[in-house]
């Protein structure tokens, strides 16, 4: 294959690598292999007028034309001529398809449908900037910039996807690139004829003389080894930057829908500060609403529900979002047998309060709101697009006041099949004692409905758990099973506990996020603050639909469905605005004091939020896995260090407290290829210590000490009766030493850390390999001929 056939072969093969970033992106993708066929042709087409040999520009004429003919073909034919040949409409047609695509990219979430659009212009962007790389790497001999158009390629897939393109996507797009410097070095380097080794080295295997065939040239090896570590090193150092502690292993960024309809919403587990905003040394205002609510007691507003319980957290799941409609859908299982009295809220968000998600009572029936802001039907959320937040918000939200009694509760039928398989899923690993905790608090009870209320009456009163804001949060299972045992925790444990057990037992369960009623002012409003923050179960009935309960003790209000008598609501006072007032706060809500040391520990100056990204893993990884994942660090961290601790170990093996005269000429022939003098083996002792000196430029003693060791290694060598020198070892400490004082500190540094005679590391295991496999290929052969004769016996 001749060194352009390569190249080219490389350069289309780097764009295809650097664009397996943009896969995720959409699906289904079928579109890479579109765009690998026409990156083909515009390849070939390429190497052929090479071959003419036309002028660089023609060349990439004609690739471009060719590029054209084929996207005509596959996304414009039936406006072409012939199927093949572009004309005006053809133009026209592809200008609405990237319209069309344009629109479709703000329109969907990741990953987006493969549309006509969105197919056009990846295949088309992909093909331009293989036509580039081509052109720069194989049509100009300049494969170094070409890497800028496969960054672009990369980037943008990184950018598309908030960041988080794959460890993977990024090692592909970086093998890709030093695929193609490496074939452009080889191309390079052969033409400068043929490459010469030089004297065998002692203790490595075969002839070290290559003629044209056999190993890779030295340059092409040193290429590779170096393009390994910049990518290992790219790969493992963001584990050891506290500041880079995601590095390229982060996961994918949340996907938000556009201002058209479709797409998706992937909500991450939404209680990274949660029990930062309960510690907060003062109660900041983040909300303040009116409403004609006769009673607030129960008016949780409510910003985002976590159906997905994996047994490390509690998250949302990954939802259709739609543009919010002028009246949201009737709530799932409420029937209208059910008394529901609708209310009206005004709410006006704090300066200070950004959030993504909406803060509202729950069931809303309508939401008037300008903004960007996008409906997620499955838990009826309200979520911001294109980073748009609750920050200074004003809305007007209709919700309904469900009051279901507690004999429709406990007559409710089984909940639809679909739901309850999607919502009673608990993991395996759930320790056995949660349900068995579950089965006996609720022994005894004749319905779903009993158990839920035996559930929330033993956490918020029989069970004597104890509500503290200090206790670590944590999600998962073993966190569960700790904190029935503890008895201590906050909102997060109570719900999410209460949550699973509800699961455990067949009830369909989830947990809300959002704040508590708050606290009625004397003008009527009411103020929600940061340590309103609050987190409780949702259990659904069929009939009655989603329902809360409150598990959390000197929290929240109970609901009234679930106690012989009404409470009388002392978490907040009723709100009770008069007739002719109006719903609108009189006053915007106040402005958050200055920052303070604690805050910025905490992470609050920025934008407040109730809730923000992040999942819980029980309260913390165990001892094992820390001790686990720190030795899986430190071995990857140390792999460039073998190299030195191998050298050192070989070296203090060789200078003994009985070092012979061999092991010392060996370990100072090592310290001179160390420090850039190879070996050669074909000179005596005598001739290779005055070209160690020479090479070496060394002076003084250790000049004379390398002499000295190899008289001492003729006479072992040559005499009948060699006389024991006293004190070699001190000899290679004088040699190592002069070296070292003759040398420069980038030399110094490379005998340390990457030795060159390391390589004698890899001749070794080399040898015990052929050797290894010629023994048992020899037994084989044994084998084989002593049942070839038996059988052949046998016969006769």
């Not at 598990?551 to 978490?571: D, K, L, V």
């Amino acid at each position: 294959m001749s060194g352009r056939t390569r190249l080219t072969l490389a350069s289309w093969g780097a764009t295809l690598m650097a664009a397996g970033a943009l896969l995720p992106l959409v699906k289904p993708a079928t579109w890479i292999f579109t765009a690998a066929f026409v990156l083909a042709l515009v390849s070939g087409v390429g190497m052929l007028t090479r071959r003419v040999p036309l002028a660089r520009p023609l060349t990439l004429l004609a690739q471009a034309v060719t590029a054209l003919l084929a996207l005509t073909l596959f996304f414009a034919r039936e406006q072409a001529l012939l199927w093949i040949v572009p004309g005006p409409e053809v133009f026209t047609h592809a200008a609405e398809l990237f319209r069309a695509g344009a629109a479709d990219v703000g329109r969907y979430a990741i990953p987006a449908p493969d549309t006509e659009g969105i197919r056009l212009m990846l295949v088309g962007g992909v093909v331009a900037i293989g036509l580039l790389v081509d052109g720069l790497a194989v049509t100009f001999r300049k494969a170094a910039p070409a890497g800028l158009p496969l960054l672009a390629l990369y980037s943008v897939a990184a950018g598309l996807s908030g960041g988080g393109a794959g460890w993977l996507w990024f090692l592909l797009a970086a093998s890709g690139y030093l695929l193609l410097l490496l074939a452009e070095g080889r191309d390079r380097l052969s033409q400068w004829g043929r490459v010469f080794g030089g004297a065998q080295r002692s203790g490595r295997p075969g002839s070290s003389v290559a003629a044209g065939g056999g190993p890779a040239f030295a340059p092409a090896r040193t290429g590779r080894r170096i393009g390994a570590v910049a990518m290992g090193v790219a790969l493992v150092v963001p584990f050891a930057l506290p500041g880079f502690s995601g590095g390229l292993f982060g996961g994918g960024g949340e996907g938000s829908g556009g201002s058209g309809k479709g797409g998706t919403i992937s909500a991450v587990n939404p209680l990274v500060s949660l029990q930062n905003n309960l510690r907060q040394p003062e109660d900041r205002e983040v909300l303040r609403y009116r409403t004609n609510a006769r009673d607030t007691s129960g008016m949780y507003l409510r910003l985002v529900a976590l159906d997905q319980f994996d047994g490390t957290s509690w998250k949302s799941s990954v939802r259709p979002i739609e543009d919010v409609p002028q009246r949201l859908p009737w709530p799932d299982g409420l029937s209208q047998s059910v008394r529901v009295t609708e209310v009206t809220s005004n709410f006006v968000a704090s300066d200070a309060y950004e959030q993504k998600w909406l803060p509202m009572p729950y069931p809303a029936a309508r939401v008037d709101i300008g903004g960007r802001w996008r409906y997620e039907p499955a838990g009826r959320m309200l979520v911001g697009d294109d980073k748009q937040t609750t920050r200074g918000a004003r809305y007007q939200v209709a919700s309904l006041e469900v009051q279901p009694t507690a004999e429709q509760l406990a007559g409710a039928l089984p909940a639809p099949e679909k739901l309850r398989r999607e919502y009673t899923k608990v993991p395996a690993s759930l320790p056995a004692d949660v349900r068995a905790t579950a089965l006996t608090v609720t022994k005894g009870a004749r319905n779903d409905y009993e158990r839920a209320v035996r559930l929330q009456d033993w956490f918020a009163q029989d069970g004597g758990f104890r509500y503290d804001v200090d206790v670590e949060s944590g999600t998962g299972t073993q966190a569960i099973s700790r904190f029935l045992k503890d008895k201590e925790g906050f909102c997060v444990h109570f719900s999410f506990s209460m949550a699973a057990m509800a699961r455990s037992l067949g009830i369909p369960a989830r947990v809300a996020v959002g704040f508590m009623p708050g606290t009625t002012q004397t003008d009527g409003s009411v103020s929600v603050g940061i340590r309103d923050a609050h987190a409780w179960p949702e259990l659904y009935f069929e009939g009655a639909g989603w329902t809360r309960f409150e598990p959390t003790p000197s929290r929240g209000s109970t609901p009234s469905y679930t106690r012989e008598n009404t409470p009388s609501g002392t978490a907040t006072g009723p709100a009770q605005p008069q007739q002719s007032s109006s719903a609108q706060p009189s006053a915007a809500p106040t402005s958050p004091e200055s920052c303070t040391p604690q805050m910025k520990k905490l992470g609050d100056c920025g934008p407040d939020a109730a809730t923000a990204g992040a999942s819980g893993d029980g309260s913390g990884p165990d001892l094992r896995t820390v001790l686990l994942l720190s030795l899986a660090a430190l071995l990857l961290l140390s792999l460039p260090l073998l190299p030195l601790l191998w050298r050192t170990r070989v070296r203090a093996r060789r200078l003994g407290p009985d070092a012979a005269a061999l092991p010392v000429w060996q370990e100072i022939n090592d310290t001179a290829w160390d420090h850039g003098v190879e070996p050669d083996d074909s000179l005596t002792p005598r001739k290779s210590a005055a070209r160690i000196v020479r090479l070496g430029e060394l002076r003084g003693e250790s000049a004379d000490a390398v002499h000295r060791v190899a008289r001492a290694v003729e006479e072992v060598l040559y005499a009948p009766r060699p006389q024991p020198v006293a004190d070699l070892a001190s000899e290679a400490a004088r040699v190592r030493a002069g070296f070292h004082a003759a040398a420069d500190r980038r030399t110094r540094l490379r005998a340390l850390l990457a030795p060159r005679s390391a390589a004698r590391l890899r001749w070794a295991a080399s040898a015990r390999w052929s050797s290894w496999t010629a023994h048992w290929s020899n037994r084989r052969h044994a084998a084989t001929s002593r049942a070839t004769s038996f059988l052949r016996r046998e016969a006769g």
